[in-house]
């Protein structure tokens, strides 16, 4: 690392190894979301297990998504938003890591692509574990929410955290509601689009600067949004899901709330940045 001791304050610099990880992330997730989320042959090709069309867009969009977040921490190379961050990030690889070792089975270990797939998540896991435990006494910049925005974080990191747990807990049961058949291993898998964003709002409960708003709220749009944007994509072409059936609305009425916090997440970022504006104020 760049460094000999962790920044000791959290507006510092992050260090060159995560700042590098995180350069690698970005560009492992524009191959693999943007190739998804358009289906290109080459990338769905080489991915580690054959992927059904609703698959297919899913992860794309997630991918897609979590590249927002992995880009804003790499540009921006500072510990406010790399806390919040690389918390999303530890959890998003280690459910990843630990459910793609649990269904082992679906790998083909001939594939150089398993192995890429699992030297990837396990690297990125223990870097983003590692700098956690590092920085584990930095004091976070900012302060923590109050109010009403306290109360949102907090209901947003139950709520999602509470059906993210129930995926890889009772997944055959938690799925129900899916748009499209799952099976326990993709259920499991897409628990992460619920764990990470409820991690997320935990860190910002902690402390929440300007930047971590505005980082995890252009993520969670994107997070919300695009989901339900690649369901009707692939429906339009295939015609099946039942847009008459509630578990499709509610399923539908989860990303949406996600999105929405997202924006509501840009709007806190906004309205600090007026508060600062404004002669005697701080954000």
């Known amino acids: 690392m760049r460094a000999a001791k962790p920044p000791a304050s ?34 769905v090709g080489i991915w580690p297990w054959p992927l059904a069309p609703f698959n297919l867009r899913f992860l794309g969009a997630l991918y897609t998504a979590a590249l927002l977040a992995a880009l804003l921490q790499a540009w921006i190379g500072r510990w406010a938003p790399a806390r919040m961050v690389t918390t999303m990030i530890f959890v998003f690889t280690l459910v990843v890591t630990v459910t793609s070792f649990h269904h082992g ?4 270990p ?10 990837l998540y396990i690297g990125v896991c223990v870097n983003a574990g590692a700098h956690l435990w590092w920085y584990r006494r930095v004091p976070a910049a900012g302060a923590p929410p109050g109010g009403r925005s306290r109360a949102a974080l907090l209901a947003q990191s ?30 499991q898998l897409y628990s992460v689009a619920f764990l990470a964003p409820a991690a997320g709002a935990l860190a910002l ?3 929440a600067t300007r930047v971590d708003w505005l980082a995890l709220g252009i993520t969670q749009s ?13 429906d339009r072409k295939l015609h099946r899901v039942d847009w008459e059936a509630g578990p499709v609305w509610l399923w539908a009425g989860l990303f949406a709330t996600l999105a929405a916090m997202g ?21």
């Open 10 to 43: 959290g507006d510092q610099a992050i260090s060159a190894l995560l700042r590098g990880v995180t350069w690698l992330e970005v560009a492992v997730l524009v191959i693999a979301g943007g190739g998804l989320l358009i289906a290109h042959p080459l990338v």
């Open 105 to 108: 089975a679906r790998f083909d």
């Open 110 to 119: 001939a594939k150089a692509a398993v192995w890429v797939w699992f030297v």
């Open 158 to 187: 139950l709520a999602f955290g509470g059906y993210g747990v129930a995926l890889l807990l009772l997944p055959e049961t938690a799925a129900q509601i899916w748009p499209w058949q799952l099976d326990a291993f993709h259920a």
């Open 205 to 207: 409960l902690r402390s």
């Open 222 to 234: 994107a997070w919300g949004v695009l989901p339900i944007l690649a369901l009707v994509i692939v």
């Open 263 to 283: 924006f509501w997440m840009l709007w806190q970022e906004a309205r600090a940045g007026r508060r600062v504006d404004v002669p005697g104020e701080q954000s």
